[in-house]
């Protein structure tokens, strides 16, 4: 193939506004050369230029996820995958089959269950007992933020009815106090002592098959929310990508957020910045950049952990004590975000509660106040529920608005698990994008996979709709929520591209870029927004070389499991 294409026959979005009718685009050596008037082409590409037929099809940025966590992913993949359970029942016997494969392994390690598929989201340890022959089994949930363990584990870990719940996490107890076999949050950490860790083979494994399946829905770059840290058995994610890169198997750009330790101090500020310099010299080509710092201020609806201005309610629907959890104070929340935004570190905090939405905003308020306007690009996470006032707030701020379009709709855990515990009203709250957008607020876009799909296609449906394909329930939130198609893919383009400080040669089509694209049909802005889901990823390109085709039936079809769930 020659190293200069043509892609025509095509509407073209170029990252912002309506897609360009009757243009083509010319790549050469990797960058884009030109966008040109078709009739045009032959004044501007050479005569053994490869052409690329589009056949109506769209030719768009390659997508970029502002929030995703792919060596987990790709790890969980090669390991006990649940993600393909409807029900109980399923995973069970998914656990089982497993187990039964496996007999050699002394723990079953993995995750990917659903909350909504048991009462209360919480799994009881006689199930997974059963399931997994007694052994040792520790199993995230798909969201990440609950542990399910057999007998056999507890046991090994030491946890009894004495075992007090740590600060900033829940043990679900069975009457006499004794570990029903759920952990949520924190106290997941009580099996540290005990679980296996993740080999740095099986994570460098985990992030190649990871980057196979994330191509294939189009995605070029990423935000990877959790490096520098390990966690429930993961080492740090970041040799696998320094391994990658050493080996020429890094195709995609990566952003690495940098863990905060919520029980560290600001000391850690100083290290993160050394360490981002560190990658900045061995990366020139900022294939890895370390320029991004990740705060979990609060956890998540489901298990009422996520910070809430207003208490959750009861089963009978009375007011609780529990208005959720802040995983840091407030005061050194804002001394921490200060601290990072003048030592030139992005912020990315995960705020899910609007308690702890306005806690972040009030970190990037004094952020502001005290370093003026540093370019920090600091951005929110997951925002499931905005107060009103603080709506207005994003703008004035410059604070990013970091949505998971897959989750703004209704489905059994939402509806569930977690509407039914807040206060009246605040249905009409839930992830509020349309406001956000009203409100002069910045989008980026990111999936938060391996939580739910990767997939930006299926999430763009349900930013548009706020309904997942098939659903008979209204929009989640109001119709005033839905998003317009071209916002969503800006959003996952430039947007993302924007928050990676990849914005200049990144996240759109124009001249000087990388020839980072993905060819989607049908073209989605030709088809009724209830039909969105059925456009797909065709072809994906990274700096002018076809790395995907969906025509290719040797390559593994990427991975899309449950199109729902939440947050890390």
Not at 396 to 406: H, K, R, S, T, V
């Amino acid at each position: 193939m020659s190293s200069e294409l043509v892609f025509h026959g095509g509407a073209v979005f170029t990252g912002t506004g309506a897609p360009l009718e009757g243009q083509a685009v010319i790549v050469r050596d990797g960058r884009i050369a030109a966008v040109v008037p078709e009739a045009e082409v032959a004044a501007h590409a050479s005569a053994d230029a490869t052409r690329v037929d589009l056949a109506g099809a769209l030719l768009s940025p390659g997508f970029q996820d502002a929030h995703i966590h792919p060596v987990g992913g790709g790890v969980e993949l090669l390991q006990c995958n649940l993600t393909e359970a409807e029900d109980a029942a399923q995973t069970a016997a998914l656990i089982r089959a497993y187990a039964e494969a496996h007999p050699d392994e002394e723990w079953i390690l993995g995750g990917g269950w659903s909350m909504d598929s048991f009462p209360g989201g919480n799994p009881p340890r006689g199930l997974l007992d059963e399931a997994a022959g007694g052994r040792p089994v520790l199993l995230q949930s798909r969201d990440h933020h609950s542990t399910w363990a057999s007998t056999a584990a507890i046991e090994r870990a030491g946890i009894t009815a004495a075992t007090p719940d740590p600060d900033d996490g829940r043990i679900v107890r069975e009457a006499d106090g004794f570990p029903a076999g759920t952990f949520h949050e924190g106290a997941a950490n009580l099996f540290a002592a005990v679980r296996p860790a993740t080999s740095d083979d099986l994570a460098y494994q985990g992030l190649l098959r990871a980057q196979d399946e994330l191509i294939a829905l189009g995605i070029t770059g990423w935000q990877d929310a959790m490096v520098g840290a390990g966690s429930g058995g993961m080492a740090d994610p970041l040799a696998a990508y320094e391994r990658a890169a050493a080996d020429g198997r890094l195709l995609v750009h990566v952003v690495g957020a940098q863990w905060w330790a919520r029980d560290g101090g600001i000391d850690q500020v100083e290290r993160m910045a050394e360490r981002r310099e560190r990658a900045a010299a061995a990366h020139p080509d900022r294939r890895i950049d370390l320029g991004t710092t990740k705060i979990m201020v609060d956890g998540v609806a489901e298990n009422q952990t996520a910070a809430m201005l207003t208490p959750y309610r009861d089963e009978t629907g009375h007011d609780t004590c529990n208005h959720g959890l802040s995983f840091i104070d407030p005061e050194k929340l804002r001394e921490y975000v200060t601290a990072l935004d003048a030592a030139g570190q992005q912020v990315h905090m995960h705020a899910l509660g609007d308690r702890a939405v306005r806690e972040a905003l009030d970190a990037l308020q004094v952020a502001r106040d005290a370093n003026g306007d540093t370019d920090g690009r600091h951005h929110l996470a997951h925002l499931q529920v905005v107060a009103p006032d603080d709506v207005s707030r994003f703008a004035p701020l410059d604070a990013i608005a970091n949505i998971q379009a897959l989750w703004a709709t209704h489905e059994d855990q939402l509806d569930e698990l977690t509407l039914p515990f807040l206060q009246d009203g605040q249905v009409d709250r839930q992830y509020p994008f349309g406001d956000l957008v009203r409100e002069g607020a910045r989008l980026a876009a990111g999936s938060d996979w391996p939580v739910s799909t990767a997939d930006p296609l299926a999430a763009i449906h349900v930013a548009v709709n706020r309904a997942y394909p098939g659903s008979e329930r209204p929009p989640l939130g109001g119709e005033h929520q839905r998003l317009a198609l071209e916002t969503a893919f800006a959003a996952y383009t430039s947007g993302s591209a924007y928050v990676n400080r990849r914005e200049s040669d990144t996240g759109s089509i124009r001249a000087g870029y990388l020839a980072n694209l993905v060819v989607i049909e049908p073209d989605p802005f030709g088809i009724p927004a209830a039909d969105l889901h059925t456009a797909r990823v065709a072809s994906t390109w990274i700096e002018g070389r076809r790395v995907h085709s969906a025509s290719d039936t040797t390559a593994p079809a990427p991975a899309v499991p449950d199109t729902h769930r939440k947050e890390s």
